[in-house]
C-alpha cells in the first residue's frame, strides 16, 4: 500500500496546526529577536574594549553574524517533539497509534515537517535578507555555493535535532515524570550546539569531543557555513557528518525504543 498520501495528510495537518495560531507564530518570531540583541551589546563591548580583533578565531563581525544566524537557526531546528511524545508515553496516548495502521516515527516526523515548514521558510528569508544587509556592512563575502550548502545543512539539521529529542523521548519508557529532563537536556543540547555562543569558547579540548558528537551539527555548523568561515570542503564534510548521525541516530532510536515497549504498561489513554 501506498503511504505517501496517509502521510501527506498528516503533513497538511500540521500544515494547519501551524497556521491555526497565527499570534503565537508572531511572538515566536518576535522572541527570537530578544537573544540576538542582548549578543549584540555583549559582543559589542566585549570587542570595543579589547586590543585584538579577534575572540575565539572570530572577527567582530563574523561574531555578529554567527550570533543572529545560531539564534534564527536555533529557533527554526528546535521542536518539542521529545516532551509531546514523553507525555503520550506517560499518559498512554500511545495506545491509540499502536493499533492504527500507521508508523508512530514516521507520523510524527511529518507532523513536525508540516508544523515547522511555514515558520522554517519565514525564519529563512529574514535570515537571507539580514545577511544580505550585514555582509554589505562588515565586508563579508558569502559564495552562492555556500548559501545553497546552507539551505541543505539546514533541512538536515531539523531531520538531526528531531532524531536527537525521538531518541531522548524513549526515557520516558523508563522514568514517569521527566519534564524537568527535557528542560535540563534541552538547555544543555543548545548550549553543546553553539545556540548560545560559539562552541570555540569551550576551548580545544571539549571542540575536539564534540567532532565525535552529533550535536554541533545542528547549530553551530549550520551557522559557520553561510558566514564562511568553513572551506567548501569543510562545508561538505560537514554535510556527510549530518548524514552519517542522522543514520546512527535512526538505528539507535529503533533500538532504545524496541527495548522501551517492552516495558510500556499502556496505562490511561
Not at 523521548?169 to 548560545?196: C, D, K, P, Q, R
Amino acid at each position: 500500500m501506498n503511504a505517501f498520501p496517509k502521510y501527506g495528510r498528516v503533513f497538511q495537518l500540521g500544515v494547519q496546526s501551524s497556521l491555526e495560531y497565527r499570534l503565537d507564530f508572531l511572538f515566536s518570531l518576535i522572541s527570537a529577536f530578544f537573544p540576538i540583541l542582548i549578543q549584540y551589546y555583549i559582543w559589542t563591548a566585549v570587542y570595543g574594549r579589547s586590543e585584538s580583533s579577534e575572540f575565539f578565531g572570530y572577527t567582530y563581525g563574523q561574531m555578529i553574524l554567527y550570533t543572529i544566524t545560531a539564534a534564527i537557526v536555533t529557533k527554526i531546528v528546535t521542536t518539542d517533539i521529545g516532551q509531546n511524545v514523553a507525555t503520550e508515553i506517560k499518559d498512554g496516548g500511545l495506545n491509540k497509534y499502536l493499533v492504527q495502521p500507521v508508523s508512530f516515527f514516521a507520523l510524527k516526523l511529518f507532523t513536525m515537517l508540516g508544523q515547522k515548514i511555514f515558520f522554517f521558510s519565514a525564519m529563512l528569508c529574514i535570515l537571507l535578507f539580514t545577511l544580505v544587509y550585514l555582509t554589505g556592512t562588515y565586508g563579508i563575502r558569502i559564495p552562492l555555493a555556500h548559501i545553497l550548502l546552507f539551505m541543505v545543512s539546514m533541512v538536515l539539521s531539523l531531520l538531526l535535532n528531531f532524531l536527537i529529542s525521538y531518541t531522548l523521548a524513549a526515557v520516558a519508557f523508563i522514568l514517569s515524570e521527566i519534564s524537568y529532563f527535557f528542560e535540563m537536556t534541552g538547555l544543555f543540547v543548545i548550549i553543546l550546539s553553539g545556540g548560545v555562543f560559539p562552541i570555540e569558547v569551550f576551548g580545544k579540548t571539549i571542540n575536539k569531543i564534540l567532532d565525535y558528537l552529533p550535536f554541533k551539527y545542528t547549530i553551530h555548523f549550520p551557522a559557520n557555513v553561510i558566514n564562511g568561515r568553513l572551506s567548501m570542503d569543510e562545508a561538505v564534510q560537514g554535510i556527510g557528518m549530518q548524514f552519517f548521525w542522522m543514520i546512527a541516530l535512526l538505528a539507535f532510536s529503533r533500538i532504545v525504543w524496541r527495548a522501551g515497549m517492552k516495558k510500556y504498561l499502556g496505562l490511561g489513554g
